[in-house]
């Protein structure tokens, strides 16, 4: 592993005064560090703040009783979300490695959770990045005069395609398609050319350009590590909030955009009696804020050992929040104008979850607004500049982890190692850029990233808190910043937290609709596979239980001790007086 350069080196009196143990400390430290500190808060942010945040904040709000449902929100974000966004900030900078190696300093048979974390982050880049080559696709597109999702006029429209923005006496039926849906559907997906899970149809070629492309964007951005990473995010972490603002005031100016507000923000006191709206909750503020992916860890092993981790976890938290709230203004005053122009209620255009939000009915508004070719260019990009931001992370995290556990063989070979994992998520990417790829894309996001992530970092909450110990982890961060968490934090990690992430898993378990994408009906053998794709991350933790245990010397209870006590305690060699505590 690489040290803390000599400048984080302590004294003896002050080692005496905070007995936790530091860090194996050296003179030299080759491992890279960010070049400002805004580089680094603009990763964690761009990480956090991704196409989720436009799209599932404003649909789960308005769902769950509006205003009503910012209470159980910031709730589940003060008492979970936020402690182990901290928890695992704290963690990579004290500790300075990646996801694998960092358990040999805290528990070591929980190191399986590190290959775990590497899986689940492999699955996401397998679909992650095909929706990003979408909104590169539609990007592309947007360079017309007349948009093409506009019209019925095109050879990829059928009989059911009702464009009913300014025209009067449209009739819209349960058969009606908008243009907007078709070009989505049977033009960028072309899904009329497959037939399900079971004949996906062929490679779509455009798709396949775009994303080659948005690969290479990654690999070029990544291939230096954070020197180049931290350039890149000043722009595509910043270039969102420039959009968001200029679509929100286009948004507040149309007519009816305030129905939209209402809509979103109505409170719906009732709703709060429901478990689900609690569920929820605490799913969208754990995914939104991105706790177990290995990527805040990866980030914050880059920082100075005494950087004030506490203070960037709320800030980054605050603005992570912030954004999804504003997303919810840009999103309903455009589906209040669009409920205007039908002549529906609100609730009625905003059906729509996930993609189809992003991809039929936000570009069905812009189509009809005036400058829409502007406002569908600058919107694109944003999509692609968040989804970019969230790939870098997760991405930097598999490298970090991987490179950090297996030095002597990738420390001067990082160009290669990047473009090889690059290489490998690329061709994990094929199958979805099918005609039927958007099945394939949904299963990966339902199971790829699903109850395994919540169940590795609440095994992970449950290793530092319990095993590692709230104490040895607190007198780590008094030896960073110089003051011990409060005793709010500490209740978080060792209660709270684990029992909010239990919730959230025995909740989805128990809770599971049928798994449906348009009008197709997933076939019961591919949610066999998808759970066989969940279980195939998770797996890892108690595989590598069993080998630690195996391939560990002495009896039952000496193996025991010697896999649950952290290894640099051990390994530790007395240095100077005075430079290094001495070991507990």
């Given at each position: 592993?690489?040290?803390?350069?000599?400048?984080?080196?302590?004294?003896?009196?002050?080692?005496?005064?905070?007995?936790?143990?530091?860090?194996?400390?050296?003179?030299?430290?080759?491992?890279?560090?960010?070049?400002?500190?805004?580089?680094?808060?603009?990763?964690?942010?761009?990480?956090?703040?991704?196409?989720?945040?436009?799209?599932?904040?404003?649909?789960?709000?308005?769902?769950?009783?509006?205003?009503?449902?910012?209470?159980?929100?910031?709730?589940?974000?003060?008492?979970?979300?936020?402690?182990?966004?901290?928890?695992?900030?704290?963690?990579?900078?004290?500790?300075?490695?990646?996801?694998?190696?960092?358990?040999?300093?805290?528990?070591?048979?929980?190191?399986?959770?590190?290959?775990?974390?590497?899986?689940?982050?492999?699955?996401?880049?397998?679909?992650?990045?095909?929706?990003?080559?979408?909104?590169?696709?539609?990007?592309?597109?947007?360079?017309?005069?007349?948009?093409?999702?506009?019209?019925?006029?095109?050879?990829?429209?059928?009989?059911?395609?009702?464009?009913?923005?300014?025209?009067?006496?449209?009739?819209?039926?349960?058969?009606?398609?908008?243009?907007?849906?078709?070009?989505?559907?049977?033009?960028?997906?072309?899904?009329?050319?497959?037939?399900?899970?079971?004949?996906?149809?062929?490679?779509?070629?455009?798709?396949?350009?775009?994303?080659?492309?948005?690969?290479?964007?990654?690999?070029?951005?990544?291939?230096?590590?954070?020197?180049?990473?931290?350039?890149?995010?000043?722009?595509?972490?910043?270039?969102?909030?420039?959009?968001?603002?200029?679509?929100?005031?286009?948004?507040?100016?149309?007519?009816?955009?305030?129905?939209?507000?209402?809509?979103?923000?109505?409170?719906?006191?009732?709703?709060?009696?429901?478990?689900?709206?609690?569920?929820?909750?605490?799913?969208?503020?754990?995914?939104?804020?991105?706790?177990?992916?290995?990527?805040?860890?990866?980030?914050?092993?880059?920082?100075?050992?005494?950087?004030?981790?506490?203070?960037?976890?709320?800030?980054?938290?605050?603005?992570?929040?912030?954004?999804?709230?504003?997303?919810?203004?840009?999103?309903?005053?455009?589906?209040?104008?669009?409920?205007?122009?039908?002549?529906?209620?609100?609730?009625?255009?905003?059906?729509?979850?996930?993609?189809?939000?992003?991809?039929?009915?936000?570009?069905?508004?812009?189509?009809?607004?005036?400058?829409?070719?502007?406002?569908?260019?600058?919107?694109?990009?944003?999509?692609?500049?968040l989804g970019l931001d969230s790939t870098f992370g997760g991405l930097e995290a598999m490298i970090t982890a991987i490179m950090d556990e297996y030095p002597h063989l990738l420390a001067k070979q990082r160009e290669l190692f990047v473009l090889g994992l690059i290489t490998t998520c690329f061709l994990g990417s094929v199958a979805t850029l099918t005609s039927g790829g958007s099945y394939i894309v949904k299963l990966l996001e339902e199971f790829g990233a699903g109850c395994s992530i919540l169940a590795v970092v609440f095994l992970e909450s449950i290793a530092v808190s319990w095993f590692y110990g709230i104490q040895q982890f607190c007198n780590d961060v008094k030896a960073m910043l110089g003051f011990a968490p409060g005793i709010y934090w500490q209740v978080c990690w060792a209660a709270v937290s684990p029992a909010f992430l239990a919730f959230i898993i025995a909740s989805s378990l128990l809770d599971q609709p049928p798994l449906t994408l348009f009008d197709y009906q997933y076939p019961d053998w591919s949610i066999l596979v998808g759970y066989l794709i969940g279980a195939s991350s998770f797996i890892c933790i108690p595989v590598y239980m069993v080998y630690k245990l195996i391939w560990t010397?002495?009896?039952?209870?000496?193996?025991?001790?010697?896999?649950?006590?952290?290894?640099?305690?051990?390994?530790?060699?007395?240095?100077?007086?005075?430079?290094?505590?001495?070991?507990?």
């Amino acid at each position: 592993m690489s040290a803390p350069p000599a400048e984080f080196l302590i004294t003896g009196q002050a080692a005496l005064a905070n007995p936790s143990p530091a860090p194996l400390l050296t003179q030299a430290d080759s491992r890279d560090k960010w070049r400002k500190k805004m580089d680094f808060l603009l990763s964690v942010i761009g990480f956090a703040v991704d196409l989720g945040n436009v799209w599932r904040f404003p649909y789960i709000c308005y769902q769950n009783g509006g205003g009503a449902f910012l209470i159980p929100y910031i709730l589940m974000a003060v008492f979970g979300g936020v402690p182990l966004f901290y928890m695992e900030l704290a963690l990579g900078q004290f500790h300075r490695v990646g996801a694998i190696p960092i358990w040999k300093h805290i528990c070591p048979i929980f190191k399986g959770i590190g290959f775990a974390i590497c899986i689940i982050g492999l699955y996401v880049s397998f679909y992650y990045n095909t929706i990003i080559a979408w909104a590169l696709y539609y990007f592309c597109s947007s360079f017309t005069h007349t948009l093409p999702w506009t019209s019925c006029d095109n050879p990829w429209n059928t009989p059911n395609c009702t464009s009913y923005f300014g025209k009067s006496n449209v009739t819209w039926t349960n058969h009606s398609k908008s243009p907007a849906e078709e070009f989505y559907v049977r033009k960028v997906l072309e899904l009329q050319n497959s037939q399900g899970l079971s004949n996906v149809g062929g490679i779509r070629w455009q798709l396949l350009l775009c994303l080659f492309l948005i690969f290479t964007i990654v690999y070029f951005s990544l291939w230096k590590g954070v020197k180049t990473s931290g350039k890149v995010v000043w722009v595509t972490a910043t270039l969102p909030y420039a959009v968001l603002l200029i679509l929100l005031i286009r948004g507040a100016t149309l007519p009816g955009a305030w129905r939209g507000i209402v809509f979103y923000l109505r409170p719906n006191w009732e709703k709060l009696t429901s478990t689900a709206v609690w569920v929820d909750a605490a799913a969208q503020i754990f995914f939104s804020l991105g706790p177990g992916f290995g990527v805040l860890l990866a980030l914050s092993s880059y920082n100075s050992f005494h950087n004030n981790c506490y203070r960037d976890a709320i800030i980054t938290s605050v603005v992570n929040c912030l954004t999804s709230f504003l997303s919810g203004f840009v999103i309903f005053t455009v589906l209040g104008y669009m409920a205007e122009m039908r002549d529906v209620e609100v609730e009625d255009v905003a059906r729509d979850r996930g993609p189809s939000l992003l991809f039929i009915t936000y570009p069905e508004a812009i189509a009809n607004m005036v400058g829409s070719t502007f406002f569908a260019i600058i919107f694109f990009l944003m999509m692609i500049t968040l989804g970019l931001d969230s790939t870098f992370g997760g991405l930097e995290a598999m490298i970090t982890a991987i490179m950090d556990e297996y030095p002597h063989l990738l420390a001067k070979q990082r160009e290669l190692f990047v473009l090889g994992l690059i290489t490998t998520c690329f061709l994990g990417s094929v199958a979805t850029l099918t005609s039927g790829g958007s099945y394939i894309v949904k299963l990966l996001e339902e199971f790829g990233a699903g109850c395994s992530i919540l169940a590795v970092v609440f095994l992970e909450s449950i290793a530092v808190s319990w095993f590692y110990g709230i104490q040895q982890f607190c007198n780590d961060v008094k030896a960073m910043l110089g003051f011990a968490p409060g005793i709010y934090w500490q209740v978080c990690w060792a209660a709270v937290s684990p029992a909010f992430l239990a919730f959230i898993i025995a909740s989805s378990l128990l809770d599971q609709p049928p798994l449906t994408l348009f009008d197709y009906q997933y076939p019961d053998w591919s949610i066999l596979v998808g759970y066989l794709i969940g279980a195939s991350s998770f797996i890892c933790i108690p595989v590598y239980m069993v080998y630690k245990l195996i391939w560990t010397p002495g009896s039952l209870k000496q193996r025991l001790a010697v896999c649950l006590r952290p290894e640099r305690r051990a390994q530790e060699q007395p240095m100077e007086p005075g430079l290094m505590p001495p070991a507990p």
